[in-house]
């Protein structure tokens, strides 16, 4: 009988996406018990009892600080993202962000909502209170993004577009995303560097510890008086108390992000929206169909493409037998791990492995069905994760 997989959902995940998933080999589903993975959005798992029949976790979306990762490396479980896919929503939030701040429109539709009257006193009440709402235009203020990855880099874009000065501070930009950004884009050597020069200020940067607490007290008092800060990144990168001192003494003019909080609720300055930077239809569907076919890629044929925890190991088939061993990286778990099939008398057609920090992956292809006592053998190498035994299905 072929081969069936459950995919435990733990968020609403776009149909789009779970259609790639072929129901005659993939139960979906909210209950299902034993997956083989788990597709989640936000939810928290870090308190969650998971499951060891999880071979795998997808993040629809970019950020996995709501996933164990260390523990789930620990058990050989690749944590895959969908990198960049719903990087347009976000920079289109981020560009709204800036105009409701820069043109006071939060506090202008209340104005709006409060006017009572005929036709004749509502234009009255409007004209004379417009003055109230008066602001600043975008062209030729100057953006800082802190974060040049996916995100950071689509809003540098669209900034300039609208007019806009922009410089960026990342210190691990990669070779690719430093071609992609425009040429315009200043680069900072420094976060104080960006803030002392910055009139709008958005984060794009994940959530790690050496980015919790990126923007404290200091680094606000450091920010241009007047200026506004962006975040669509994650609450924790801010100290929210230092920028509501900051907003309170107006040496900020506004702070908008997507992370409402109970202290920060109704304070004059504060722009919170309901984490929706993801939340369009095309973002929902591109990180669903993303992260379906790396699961299937994965689950059916050991190949790894956008983990946040792994190497990056994609491999043709050129055989109908596979193993795919997730190992530590460290010395002579190669030669192990072809010592014990050689010493089974299984040849080994093709084999590549790859390492990322601590981890290591290795995918064989071999000319013979790997018995199970094999596979037993290599799972009790010291070192060895997880051992997975891929056959193709070939009736
Ligand atoms: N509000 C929402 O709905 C969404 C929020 N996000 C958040 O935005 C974050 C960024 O997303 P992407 O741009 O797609 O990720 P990405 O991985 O493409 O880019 C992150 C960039 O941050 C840089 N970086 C890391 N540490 C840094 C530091 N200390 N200083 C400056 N730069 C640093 C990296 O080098 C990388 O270029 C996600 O991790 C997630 O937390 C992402 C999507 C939706
Ligand atoms: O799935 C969502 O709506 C949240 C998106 C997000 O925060 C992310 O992709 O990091």
Redo the contacts with the bound molecule.
Sequence with gaps: MAKTYGILTLNKISSVGLKRLPTASYRIGNDIAEPDAILV??QNMHEMDIPASVLAIAR????TNNVPVAQMSARGVPVFNAAGA?ANAVKELVITGMLLASRNIVPALGFVASLQGDDASLHKQVEDGKKHYAGIELRGRTLGVIGLGAIGRLVADAAIRLGMNVIGFDPEITVDAAWSLPSQVKKANTVEELLKHSDFVTLHVPLLPATKGLINEKRVQTMKSGSVLLNFARDAIVDEAAVLAGLASKHLRGYVCDFPTAQAQGQAGIIALP?L???TEEAEDNCAMMVADQVRDYLEHGNLVNTVNFPTLVMARESNYRLAIANANVPNMLGQISSTLAGAGINIHTMMNKSRGEMAYTLVDVDSLVPAEVIAQLAAIPGVLKVRDLPLDTK
């Design positions: 959005r936000s629809a979306g970019a950020g719903n984490h930077g993801a939340s």
